[in-house]
């Protein structure tokens, strides 16, 4: 269908071009080739209408509401492949997509999932719409008892960050169970906020709700604020994301690591522990956030190395070449709109891969990933018997805890 361009449309797109260009490195976008590896490379590059180089396209022809006139930017990820990639390196994820979808927010352009997740965020702190109080109901029956700061206000070294879909996920409680009972073994004196603990509001930001993800922010600030700690941990790479790159430019400064960099120090410690043999194949599945993002390739590998019997092997698109599950920048608040449209999942492309390469397990290190990817393989023809197991999982399996 043929739309027609509004005479308002060049002054639109020159205050939206010189805007991205106030951005860090957004300058970088008047240097765009028109290249097309963006879209190459890009997850859903082959169905968007307007992908990365086309969007910059239209701002210089004066025609960028031919994007905001399509739903094409809510295929976008987050997956920051076409940054990594660009050979001119504009920052194209958090420069132009991610602008753009705020764009998209102020218009009320919003796809309906989405809403609920900002609404349920807004509301609740998390955008699973659960209550605050029970966010820490996952560690009922743990001994020794979880350090609930607020009850204790002890001080600690660690304050883990739990997150979101580790806290609440059904899935993702026994892989937090797990890491808190690795933490126990090891010594490791630490707490968690508990109901004080909000969204850490990465994902709302990538998907354009920056007023969310500073208000989600600020109030984990303050709880930082309260308690005596050294560091924080978190089991979520977004979490690690937000906490590393964008809470400082917030006043919100700690030293932070995943717990995949925070183990991987502890291995000759961990080592000895790891008694049962987990005799497998083992694809890892790099997370966007934690590998291309952040350059966290290696840790989590040496620990799934390290425990005996499992043997290591790669799948086509590995390190900084990753493929997405499918669940970052509000992704995972998106997948009927996405299904709809592209019918295709990512998680099921990666769930391929792991057979491909003769993997018997698929093993992640982001609360997003195991729903996803046992949910494709149930759709993926013969990937019934492929197990999807969290690091923590299997460390704790090996441990027998
Ligand atoms: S990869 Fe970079 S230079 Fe090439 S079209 Fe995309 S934005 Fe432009
Ligand atoms: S961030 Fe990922 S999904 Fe979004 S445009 Fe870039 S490559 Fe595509």
Not at 221 to 239: L, N
Not at 258 to 270: G, K, N, P, V, Y
Request: charged share 25%; proline share 6%.
């Amino acid at each position: 269908m043929e739309i027609t361009l509004s005479p308002l449309s060049p002054s639109i797109s020159k205050t939206f071009y010189s805007s991205l260009h106030e951005l860090k490195d957004g300058e970088r976008i008047r240097k765009c080739l028109q290249c097309g590896t963006c879209s190459g490379v890009c997850p859903f590059g082959y169905y968007m209408k307007y992908p990365p180089g086309k969007i910059i396209g239209t701002l210089r022809a004066g025609v960028f509401d031919l994007v905001t006139k399509t739903d094409s930017i809510w295929m976008c990820v987050s997956c920051s492949a076409c940054s990594a990639f660009c050979p001119t390196q504009i920052p194209i994820t958090q420069a132009l997509m991610t602008r753009v979808k705020e764009e998209m927010i102020l218009a009320g352009s919003v796809p309906a999932e989405l809403q609920t997740a900002f609404k349920n965020s807004q509301q609740y702190g998390n955008p699973l719409g659960e209550s605050p109080r029970k966010r820490a109901d996952w560690a009922t029956g743990i001994q020794p008892e979880v350090n609930i700061l607020g009850k204790t206000k002890q001080p600690v070294d660690v304050l883990w960050f739990v997150g979101d879909y580790a806290s609440y996920h059904p899935r993702m409680i026994p892989v937090t169970k797990s890491f808190a009972k690795i933490l126990n073994v090891l010594g490791i004196k630490f707490g968690i906020l508990g109901p004080e603990e909000s969204s850490d509001g990465d994902s709302q930001r990538l998907a354009g709700e920056r007023g969310i993800f500073e208000m989600l922010a600020k109030k984990n600030g303050q709880a930082f604020k309260k308690y005596q700690f050294r560091e924080i941990i978190t089991t979520d790479p977004h979490a690690y994301n937000a906490l590393k790159n964008e809470y400082p430019a917030l006043g919100i400064s700690y030293p932070v690591r995943h717990f995949t960099e925070f183990l991987f120090e502890r291995l000759d410690q961990i080592k000895p522990l790891l008694k049962k043999e987990v005799k497998t194949k083992i694809a890892y599945h790099d997370p966007c956030y934690l590998g291309r993002v952040n350059g966290i390739y290696d840790a989590p590998r040496e620990i799934l190395k390290s425990i005996p019997g499992v043997e290591l092997v790669e799948m086509a698109h590995q390190f900084s070449n990753s493929l997405c599950c499918g669940g970052g920048g509000g992704g995972m608040w998106l997948d009927g709109f996405q299904w709809e449209r592209a019918h295709v999942r990512l998680s099921e492309w990666r769930v391929k891969e792991a057979l491909e390469c003769g993997a018997d397990l698929l093993a992640v290190a982001c609360p997003y990933e195991p729903p996803r990817f046992e949910d494709a393989t149930k759709t993926v023809p013969n990937a019934n018997q492929l197990k999807v197991r969290e690091i923590a999982e299997l460390l704790a399996e090996s441990m027998d805890l």
